[in-house]
């Protein structure tokens, strides 16, 4: 493929960046071969030119296709380099929040610098036994596969933990241990996970500490083995450490730390047993304060102390072991401390008085005068002689240091050394996984002696690991037998070989330690003549002498030669040693007990030796013990087959989930990720099946291209579209490309799609114009139709209309002339009517006229005379005021002096006061009146003048028509006729006015009153509405409480609820510890016979016969049962239990239980019963409140009188039982002297005796005269009895209420007061005390009163039973004229038919009638044959119990001689089959041998009759039963329940097995309820079926231990069902294609889905559909309940949907929308299987919606804000962790698509911040929902079952 083809237009390529590292770009022009530079444009649209190399001609890396971006494997990306891997592990790391990446055979680990929820149990759970490439790369997929490879290949494995300080490799090392100790658990008690994981605490306290870079920095590297057994049980472990960095005991740097120990111990100083260390804070010691920051931000040292010490604990170091550990570590604090003062020059001394040496000698036990000594001293020695020389002070304190670093170092050693004693095993090491935590490539500024060792080490698993990436390259080319060159790849043996060598960096190093005088500088000096012009690797800085350049594998680091003699040598003075061997301290003398051996452990790198020259020379250099431990370390790794984590910094600030390119280039560089890039990309790095590449090229092929050999069509697609045979091999299963090559093959899948839309888009967009054309043509052609239409009938209506309008015209002319006619005629007639008119009304007017004149002469002649008399009254008048104004002047004067006086004025002002109010008021009602007056009045003038105006109107009228009149002079007389016709009309109207005004003021009064009837009305319903609203709101009160009430019902439902999940689960616990504990016991035995370390543990849950309860057990449970009073022991068991309590520990442990099952028992019965109450009384609240107000107090007398007859019912059941005694105490007198007596020979002389007739003593029998008797006694006993309950029960009324009256002293002296005023009123005094003395009378009411509301009870009882009578005689009524009606009906159709027609009917119709008679009398006859038997079962039990009396009796008695007794005649019993089986005692084992241990589900008890062993059980039960052996019936009970536990547990992993004993258990238990006589379960059955119940024994605490089991059998049965549904639900819901070729997958990477486990069967979703009707056809077959079913596929398809889901949520791969496409088809025919099964509410299509909703995520639009919220509303079943990872992991499979927005989920975020959820990711996979077994009546008579003979059940005999 040319370059012209890739570097085309809009190619995008990467160009280096000083900043970035890379920068994207794209090209806005086409390459040409020759071009000197490239067109580019960057993101922000800078547009530049890329000068081209002309040399090497090299063109910038190009860039991948967007979708494969953000893959989990680095190696599938198409182009291979580094701003690849950068890019992608950016998109991951920084947008998708992920941290773990593939590349290849490595994990790439980003720290992401906060806590990430991805390593609980649920996630551990979820890659447990997955394959590498199935799930997303995570931590826990490396440690899966690394178990699963020493399990399957039996070679033992390696985790390589590699990266820089601070990238966090203690944390992904501490998960991996954290995996496999979860995963493979532990084969004993001994919890050996937990121990492997308390190591990590005590390292990391002592040898992890705070650096620039990192808060928990480990300054070691350790290698960790952890061993496994035969069973891959984790047995034990070791640790080997390396190179512990020494020198941070004495000294740190800015911003660092000391170890965590030192200032742990400083948090916990105030703690009283670290008093007599003497701490103080951690800023008080020089050791622990040079930092400058001893706090860690979030970390408490305190509790990381606690944490701390508990480890040790949990790894078997003692208290007094910790606290001498502890006391070294604080005399290091204190050593530290010491102050050395200098002397001179050359001398150096300690004063006396130094707080601190005092404080570090008394802890570590040695002489204060030797220690300060030889601190500032040291000893020489020659051959001759040997002397002390001071020390300078720099020389003390460089020796005091070293003291505490091997100090340090020794106890650090020996800590190791005693964790490795701790997690020892002593079974035999089968395998081990080693977990090498181990420092990264580093390179400082000063890079130092402890660099350099660290980067030696990496050279070596660097070159280990390009062998181990070059030989699996190598053997996959083999394996798949392609040719294949020998690859180039960096090979770092010249700088190992310059390093390790002879005469190489070390050995010279080695060489001038050994040298008197050898320095630093003199060792710089050698290396530069030996190495600098041999070596290219070595070099040395232009501007130093005293360092030196060596090129590693990653880069260039330059080494500071100072200390690098002093740290190799690691030297200390010998005789400060000896002076701490002299202490008493043991742990001190420990530490130093190794001191002379010539080898050590491999963490020490200061061993002593003694002044002994010889010794001396066996003394190794630091770097020579760990050369040789890095050799071992590699022989180690070599042996086992190694997995790579590389871990990464992404920057040095520490934020999380923000990337410095520079940086993480960096160490891709170091940590060898680039390498394998590299070496992948130098051969064939993509690699794909022929199945893939046919699926995901199928678009490149053509229909006859496909032939159905996939290879050779895969092989011709190659060479049609790939012309150079080098870009690509076809092996036997792959097809291998270089790099590149894909990105080519998508880029042509990408242009054959870009066409084919084209193609689609032009056929769609032809189709919508041609359609929009004919379209247009229609509606043209609609439209001409629908106007030419319209036209014609426009013409059509014209030609109407025209027709019409002459019609008219003609009729119209008509009727004008006739109404001209009319007119003449009616004007004539008027105007005669007129003339006579006028005519009439002058006479009238003439003789009005003289009736006025009279009229006037009267009232004048009247006015006169009343004038005269006015006159004289004037006159008469004015003299009688001329004398009284006289008389009125004198009384003035008296007056006026009298008006003077004050008051006088003041008495006429009040009454002038009085009078102007008085006035005023008048005034104002004056007023009033006068604006009414005036109103009136103006309502009056408007009428007169509207009717003035209309009758000017009227004369104008006249005055025209007065004109007409004169016009025509013959009109005039008419005219005048016609006004004075009008004046009499206007007169009639004024009359009519006036009385219309008087009806008016009529209706007015009326309406009034009508008004005030309505507002009386009103206010009545005003108050009628009160009183509603007032019943209302107690109506509401009411349904308040009701519902108060219902929500208390359901309260308590979920409460039982919950009870019922959480007894199930303790219920299953129990059972698993009861395994544990069976299994542990039988364990113990293997072991004492065989002597062997133990088995491997197996997975049933179910425990053995032995642990069960043995039969007395079971009896002494059973005899609590029939005795509820029993007593209990002191400890709150029944004496049964206390003597079960006294045997073995089996039957000890079992009732234990037992009382604990019976106490949850008893719990969940009264929940029940509490709820059953509740309901009922909810269904009767409805009832009462109609009735509650009306007869609230008759309610309660009612009330009280029912509880008093409830009472003396008792009381007169216990009496009524006394004399029955007592009778038949009689009637077995009469007995006795009835059979002692002779009524023969009494009776009848002459009869003869019998001289050898035998007495017998048997019990009289059916007929005889005792039997008579006792009939007769018995039936007037009854009849008896029936009239004095009645008696006693009116009679005792009465005596029950005085004790109430006691009580109500005050209603009684009422009543006493009442009395007495009633006689007062009356008169009479009768004596009332006398008659009333003890409330005789009240009583007497009181009784009466009762006696009234019993009699009017019990008349309403009477009347409702006589209603009921008569109801049913109306019934019989009806059917019987029904009858007749079709009698009759009958006969009138069959009149019509034909006579042999008619003859059939009658015969038809006589036999249907005859039938329906017979089912009648059979009915009768059962009913009639059932009360025989009952009536003969009660005989027989009454003569069993004369017959117990008898003998009883007889016992008694002392006769002295034998009496003769009358022969008694003996009758047959009458044989009928009871449906019971009768068995030996000692025959359970026989039975449940062959009816339960050997019998075998398939092949022979599926030609049974279904739950045949539960009823042969239970018929076998019925005959223990019957004969009233309590101790039968619980060994049986026993023995069966432990005999399906066996089977259970033994074959516990077949489903058929299963599934056949749950449906017996349920039956058995279903048999138990159906025949127990209750009536909740007796309802359905049969008078037969009755007849069967059990009599004798209550076994309703059995039944629950049933239900037990059968919840046991159910839960293993859901634990079938899961193992056989988990290895097809991800294949066939997630990865399995059902739509091949249509949107393919994507390219992946070097990690297949089938790189473990190469021969995995294919499942598909039509393999779990078969597994599905397969279990239900066996669920069927067995003759499981309907109920039970729908429960287990409902479990089934949770199953199915957890799985599904979690792994979708777990892999990036499966998040795309063709998958969402995928899991919506299959969900659909999962709901097709229900519908088919007719299981469609079994609530198991409510368990998928989380799966639907995860699907229909997928597949909706991700863009806007609307989009969001649609989503939040949709994805109602998904937690909001399960919606943004989903969303986040969404992954365009094709180029089409589009990635999720970052702040698309942000807003998903924000709308979902107040939802309450749980915070876990995934799903409970192993969550199994209660279960509840519904009861299910069998119509199966028990008297019909037959037993097959192939059972082998001769032994029982039917009863």
Request: hydrophobic letters at 35%.
């Amino acid at each position: 493929m040319a370059a012209s083809e890739l570097y085309s237009k809009y190619a995008r390529v990467w160009l280096p960046d000083a900043v970035e590292a890379w920068k994207p770009a794209e090209l806005t022009k086409d390459y040409t071969p020759g071009d000197r530079a490239l067109c580019l444009q960057l993101e922000d649209g800078t547009n530049l030119e890329h000068k081209i190399d002309p040399q090497t001609n090299s063109l910038p890396p190009l860039r991948n296709p967007d979708i494969l971006v953000g893959e989990n494997d680095l190696t599938a990306l198409s182009y291979l380099h580094e701003p690849a891997v950068l890019h992608n592990l950016k998109v991951r790391f920084v947008e998708s929040k992920i941290i773990y990446t593939y590349s290849g055979i490595v994990l790439v680990a980003i720290n992401p610098y906060e806590s990430i929820p991805i390593y609980d149990h649920d996630i551990i759970n979820a890659y447990s036994g997955q394959n590498m490439g199935d799930m997303d790369p995570h931590i826990f997929a490396v440690a899966e596969e690394a178990y699963k490879q020493m399990a399957r290949d039996q070679r033992n494995q390696s985790i390589i933990v590699s990266g820089e300080s601070g990238a966090g490799k203690t944390v992904s090392a501490k998960y991996a241990m954290r995996y496999f100790a979860t995963v493979s658990g532990s084969s004993s008690e001994a919890n050996v996970e937990d121990r492997v994981l308390a190591s990590s605490p005590i390292m990391e306290a002592i040898g992890n500490a705070k650096t620039t870079r990192n808060d928990n920095s480990s300054r070691f590297g350790k290698y960790i083995e952890i061993g496994f057994d035969k069973n891959y049980h984790i047995i034990g472990a070791n640790m080997r450490t390396y190179l512990l960095e020494k020198s941070r005991v004495v000294f740190q740097a800015t911003e660092e730390r000391n170890y965590h120990i030192f200032y742990q111990l400083c948090a916990s100083s105030h703690l009283p047993e670290f008093k007599p260390l003497q701490l103080g804070n951690a800023d008080d010691f020089h050791c622990t304060n040079q930092g400058g920051n001893p706090v860690i931000e979030g970390v408490d040292d305190a509790k990381e102390m606690c944490s701390t010490r508990k480890a040790f604990s949990l790894l078997g170091i003692n208290e007094t072991y910790q606290m001498d550990l502890f006391q070294i570590l604080a005399a290091l604090l204190h050593l530290g401390n010491v102050e050395v003062e200098e002397r001179s020059a050359d001398s150096s001394t300690i004063l006396p008085d130094n707080s601190h040496l005092t404080v570090f000698c008394e802890l570590m036990g040695v002489a204060y005068q030797d220690m300060s000594h030889w601190l500032c001293h040291r000893k020489l020695k020659t051959a001759t002689e040997t002397y002390v020389k001071p020390l300078s002070k720099v020389h003390a304190v460089n020796a005091r240091d070293a003291l505490a670093k091997h100090i340090y170092a020794k106890l650090f050693s020996w800590i190791v050394d005693h964790i490795n004693e701790a997690l020892r095993s002593a079974v035999k090491q089968h395998s081990f996984i080693g977990v090498l935590d181990i420092y990264g490539f580093e390179t400082f500024h000063i890079n130092s002696f402890e660099q350099f060792c660290i980067n030696y080490a990496n050279e070596k698993l660097q070159q280990q690991f390009n062998m181990h990436v070059f030989k699996l390259e190598q053997e996959e080319y083999m394996k798949e037998e392609i040719p294949w060159t020998l690859i180039d790849f960096y090979d770092n043996h010249p700088c190992i070989n310059l390093i390790e060598a002879k005469m190489g960096v070390l050995d010279l190093l080695d060489e001038e330690c050994k040298m008197p005088k050898g320095s630093d500088d003199t060792w710089a000096q050698k290396l530069y003549n030996t190495f600098l012009k041999k070596s290219d690797l070595f070099d040395k800085p232009r501007m130093s002498n005293k360092a030196f350049i060596i090129l590693h594998f990653a880069d260039k680091v330059e080494y500071q030669c100072e200390g690098f003699l002093e740290k190799n040598k690691d030297t200390v003075n010998e005789e400060q040693i000896i002076v701490l061997k002299l202490s008493k301290f043991e742990l001190l003398l420990e530490l130093f007990s190794d001191e002379e051996k010539p080898a050590g452990s491999l963490t020490s790198r200061s061993k002593m030796t003694r002044p002994v020259q010889a010794q001396r020379d066996h003394k190794k250099s630091v770097g020579t013990q760990f050369r040789n431990s890095l050799h071992l370390l590699m022989e180690t790794l070599n042996g086992t087959t190694p997995h790579y984590v590389r871990c990464i910094k992404p920057n040095d600030l520490k934020s999380p989930f923000m990337m410095d390119p520079m940086r993480a280039v960096q160490q891709l560089r170091a940590c060898g990720v680039l390498e394998t890039i590299r070496i992948s990309a130098a051969g064939f790095p993509s690699r794909w099946t022929y199945q893939e590449f046919f699926n995901r090229y199928r678009v490149l092929m053509k229909l006859k291209d496909i032939l159905s050999d996939r290879k050779q069509t895969c092989r011709n697609v190659l060479e049609k579209w790939v012309q150079d045979q080098d870009k690509y091999q076809f092996g036997k299963s792959k097809i291998f490309f270089r790099a590149g090559q894909v990105a080519y093959l998508e880029k042509l899948r990408s242009d054959k799609l870009k066409k084919a839309c084209v193609r689609i888009q032009k056929t769609i967009r032809c189709w919508l114009t041609r359609k929009r054309y004919l379209r247009m043509r229609q509606a043209a052609i609609t439209i001409q139709k629908n106007t030419r239409g319209y036209q014609a009938r426009c013409l059509v209506a014209f030609l109407r209309r025209t027709r019409a309008a002459v019609i008219i015209q003609k009729n119209q002319r008509m009727l004008v002339a006739r109404r001209r006619y009319q007119q003449q005629r009616s004007a004539s007639i008027t105007m005669q009517r007129l003339l006579r008119a006028y005519q009439a009304r002058q006479t009238y007017r003439k003789l009005l006229y003289e009736h006025k004149v009279l009229t006037i002469q009267r009232w004048v002649r009247g006015w006169l005379a009343r004038r005269r008399c006015r006159r004289s009254l004037r006159a008469v008048v004015y003299l009688q005021s001329c004398v009284r104004r006289m008389v009125a002047r004198r009384e003035l004067r008296k007056l006026r002096v009298e008006a003077r006086s004050v008051e006088h004025f003041k008495k006429l002002n009040v009454g002038m006061e009085n009078k102007i109010m008085q006035l005023q008021r008048k005034v104002d009602e004056q007023h009033k009146e006068n604006r009414e007056l005036s109103e009136r009045l103006r309502t009056v003038e408007r009428s007169r003048a509207a009717e003035g105006e209309r009758l000017g109107g009227e004369v104008e009228r006249l005055r025209v028509a007065e004109e007409e009149s004169r016009v025509k002079a013959d009109g005039v007389p008419s005219l005048l006729e016609q006004l004075s016709f009008l004046r009499q009309e206007l007169e009639t109207t004024r009359e009519e006015k006036e009385a219309i005004r008087e009806e008016a003021r009529t209706y007015r009064v009326d309406t009034e009153k009508v008004v005030s009837e309505l507002n009386e009305n009103n206010r009545s319903l005003i108050t009628e509405k009160d009183d509603m609203n007032q019943l209302i709101q107690e109506q509401r009160q009411q349904i308040a409480e009701s519902k108060a009430q219902a929500k208390v019902g359901t309260q308590l439902e979920s409460d039982i609820r919950e009870e019922r999940d959480h007894y199930q689960s303790l219920l299953s616990e129990y059972t698993r510890l009861k395994e544990r504990h069976a299994d542990l016991k039988e364990e113990m035995t293997i072991s004492v016979i065989t002597n062997k370390p133990g088995r491997r543990r197996t997975d049933s849950n179910y425990s053995s016969n032995e642990s069960e309860g043995t039969p007395s057990s079971a009896e002494g449970r059973h005899s609590s049962v029939k005795t509820p009073s029993s007593t209990r022991s002191s400890s709150g068991f029944t004496e049964s239990e206390t003597r079960s309590l006294r045997g073995d520990d089996a039957p000890h442990q079992d009732a234990v239980d037992m009382s604990v099952l019976l106490k949850l028992q008893r719990r969940v019965t009264e929940l029940e019963q509490d709820k059953q109450t509740l309901q009922r009384h909810l269904d009767k609240r409805d009832e009462a409140q109609q009735d509650q107000v009306k007869n609230a107090e008759k309610q309660r007398t009612a009330g009280r009188a029912e509880l008093d007859l409830e009472a003396l019912k008792r009381q007169e059941l216990e009496s009524e039982n006394k004399r029955l005694k007592t009778n038949l105490t009689e009637l077995r007198q009469s007995l006795a002297t009835v059979s002692n007596t002779n009524p023969g020979a009494k009776t009848n002389p002459g009869a003869k005796t019998n001289p050898g007739a035998k007495t017998s003593t048997s019990s009289p029998g059916p007929g005889s005269a005792p039997y008579n008797v006792i009939l007769e006694q018995l039936n007037s006993s009854n009849e008896e009895l029936e009239v004095r309950k009645e008696e006693v029960l009116l009679l005792r009324s009465h005596m029950v209420r005085q004790e109430v009256l006691k009580h109500n002293k005050e209603a009684y002296g009422e009543m006493h007061k009442m009395i007495g005023e009633t006689k007062e009123a009356d008169g009479s005094t009768p004596d009332y005390h006398k008659m009333n003395e003890d409330g005789e009378l009240w009583l007497a009411y009181d009784g009466l009163k009762e006696t009234n509301s019993l009699l009017v009870s019990q008349l309403q009882v009477q009347d409702r039973r006589h209603e009921e009578e008569v109801e049913e005689l109306r019934e019989e009524v009806l059917r019987v004229r029904e009858e007749n009606r079709q009698q009759q009906q009958f006969l009138s159709q069959s009149l019509l038919l034909p006579q042999e027609a008619r003859i059939e009917a009658s015969l038809h119709h006589e036999i249907t009638r005859l039938t329906s008679d017979n089912l009648d009398l059979m009915e009768q006859q059962e009913k009639q044959d059932k009360m025989i038997r009952k009536l003969k079962k009660q005989l027989k039990v009454y003569v069993k119990r004369v017959e117990e009396y008898e003998a009883g009796g007889q016992m008694e008695r002392v006769a002295p001689g034998p009496e003769p007794r009358s022969p008694v005649g003996i009758t047959r019993k009458e044989r009928d089959f009871q449906g019971m089986l009768e068995y030996r005692r000692g025959d359970e084992s026989k039975l449940l041998k062959s009816l339960v241990v050997e019998l075998k589900p398939r092949g022979v008890a599926v030609n049974f009759l279904p739950g045949l062993p539960a009823y042969i059980l239970f018929m076998c039960l019925r005959h223990a039963d019957y004969s009233n052996d309590d101790q039968r019936v619980s060994v049986l009970l026993n023995s069966t329940i432990n005999s399906i536990k066996g089977v259970i547990k033994r074959r516990g992993d077949d489903f058929e097995t299963v599934s056949f004993w749950l449906a017996n258990t349920c039956r058995f238990l279903h048999c138990l309820k159906q025949y127990s006589g209750e009536e909740a379960f007796i309802k359905n059955n049969t008078p037969r079926q009755n007849e069967h119940c059990l009599c004798n024994f209550d076994l309703s605490e059995y039944r629950q231990v049933l239900s037990d089991l059968a919840i046991q059998n159910y839960q293993q049965l859901v634990r079938c069902m899961e193992e056989a549904l988990q290895p097809m639900i991800v294949p066939g819901m997630l990865e399995h294609e059902n739509f091949q070729g249509v949107l393919g997958s994507k390219p992946t990477g070097l990690r297949k889905r089938t790189s473990s486990c190469p021969g995995e069967a294919v499942y598909t979703v039509d393999s779990i559909l078969q597994q599905l009707s397969l279990f239900h056809a066996t669920l069927i077959q067995h003759d499981v309940d309907p109920e039970l079913i729908k429960q287990g596929v409902r479990q089934q398809f949770y199953i199915i949907c957890s799985v599904t889901l979690n792994n979708l949520l777990l892999r990036k791969d499966m998040c795309s929308w063709s998958k969402g496409l995928q899991i919506r088809y299959n969900v659909w025919q999962l709901e097709e299987w229900l519908e088919e099964k007719g299981l469609p509410d079994c609530g198991a299509k409510e368990m998928l919606e989380p799966l639907i909703q995860a699907a229909q995520l997928l597949q909706v639009k991700k863009k806007t804000e609307e989009d969001a919220q649609a989503l939040c509303t949709m994805c109602s079943a998904l937690t909001t962790l399960q919606i943004v990872k989903v969303l986040t992991l969404y992954t365009p499979v094709i180029e089409f698509e589009e990635r999720v927005s970052i702040s698309f989920i942000r807003t998903i975020q924000a709308l979902l911040e107040g939802r309450v959820e749980s915070p876990l990711l995934l799903m409970d996979t192993k969550k199994i929902f209660s279960v509840t077994f519904p009861f299910t009546h069998s119509p199966l008579a028990l008297e019909t079952i037959q037993i097959p003979s192939s059972l082998n059940l001769g032994f029982l005999t039917r009863v």
